[in-house]
């Protein structure tokens, strides 16, 4: 492999623009012949991209085309040069509302995924759409390709498929989340069997953590005698790849919905609930009054745990007053007719083992907000 010196690095990248990195660590640097130049730090990186290049090359898959490799011994890292493709970025066409191309790159992971190729860095910015039409790849340094191209197993594509839907969650929930899996299962060709399986691996490494979290929660709060809601997550139609979010139902009406027929009075009873939440080390982060429900037994229900963490111990002042303040700022309008000081007074006579002087300062908490 060729070394050069700062002056014919300093050569090579004159009148280039960086697009990538700094003046002290340059990463990516676009030539005015339209070439590639990239700055690897690491021999190890190095490998990886040359023997993905000859890989994908094997089985027809567009991507980089490794021109001239250097040794640049002055900043201790290497330099590649290879062409660039003419086109634009999937993120690019998307942000114009072209829906077709997110087919292509449904029908592209399948083929991937087919011939064992699992990209772990799979982004919209990574993948180009040609002035022909095909799409090709041009960050390779992090994928990964099975010993004789062995398809994927169901539960990496699904992990794949899920990593890549995160990441960019708004723009393909836009522009059709369920057509999207409905022409990468297509691609693939999958069974019925196969189909389902596929949906249950991608809604849990979509929701597991969600999930999870809730019912921790769920049973947290069991242990004190409150009861909640924890939803399921399920596939709707399988031939369009629908995923549900679906609720037990509750018998009962909405704090919401009582303030809005002047049952002003449910609000004493939310106060002493969350007096008795806080002396049981509940912090909760959103109140929303849709999510708190007033069943028939006279009983609150929470629907949504998730952003909730329970504690130990009773909550200390601060956290209280802090949680306190949420819960007014977030639900104000719904205080205009019962009163804010008349919610912390419900609240301080039910908090047990507070002193007065904090009670006061929870009392002048309410003239505040």
Not at 136 to 151: F, K, Q, V
Not at 327 to 336: M, P, T, V
Request: overall charge positive; aromatic content about 8%.
């Amino acid at each position: 492999m060729k070394q050069l010196t700062r002056n014919q690095v300093d050569e090579l990248c004159r009148s280039a623009q960086l697009l990538k990195g700094t003046a002290e660590t340059p990463g990516v640097f676009l030539t005015a012949d339209n070439q590639i130049i990239k700055f690897i730090y690491k021999a190890r990186a190095l490998r990886r991209i040359r023997n993905n290049a000859a890989k994908l090359a094997k089985i027809d898959i567009p991507s980089l085309i490794i021109k001239s490799e250097f040794h640049y011994p002055a900043m201790s890292c290497y330099i590649i040069v290879y062409d660039a493709f003419s086109g634009d970025t999937i993120e690019d066409i998307i942000q114009t509302g072209n829906s077709q191309v997110l087919q292509k790159l449904a029908a592209l992971l399948a083929r991937l995924h087919k011939r064992g190729i699992y990209f772990a860095d799979l982004n919209l910015h990574n993948i180009i759409q040609q002035e022909n039409g095909e799409l090709a790849l041009i960050d390779i340094e992090s994928i990964i390709i099975l010993p004789g191209y062995l398809p994927l197993t169901l539960s990496k594509r699904a992990l794949n498929c899920s990593r890549l839907i995160k990441k960019n969650l708004r723009s393909i929930r836009q522009l059709g989340l369920a057509k999207f899996l409905q022409t990468y299962v297509e691609a693939n060709a999958f069974s019925r069997r196969q189909q389902l399986q596929f949906c249950r691996l991608l809604i849990k490494h979509l929701y597991h953590k969600y999930i999870k979290i809730m019912e921790r929660n769920r049973d947290k709060l069991a242990k004190l005698d409150i009861p909640c809601i924890v939803p399921e997550l399920q596939i709707g139609d399988l031939n369009s790849c629908q995923i549900d979010i679906l609720f037990q139902r509750i018998e009962g009406t909405p704090i919401w919905e009582l303030i809005q027929q002047g049952d002003t009075e449910v609000l004493a009873k939310l106060a002493k609930f969350v007096a008795y939440l806080h002396q049981h080390g509940v912090y909760n982060r959103c109140w929303s009054f849709g999510g708190i429900v007033l069943q028939q037994n006279r009983k609150l229900v929470f629907v949504d745990v998730r952003r909730m963490k329970i504690y130990k111990r009773p909550l200390g002042f601060r956290k209280r007053a802090k949680n306190l303040r949420q819960l007014i700022e977030q639900e104000k309008d719904a205080f205009r007719n019962f009163g804010i000081e008349r919610f912390v007074e419900f609240y301080c006579a039910e908090s047990k083992k507070m002193g007065i002087r904090k009670i006061k300062k929870l009392k002048a908490l309410s003239g505040r907000c």
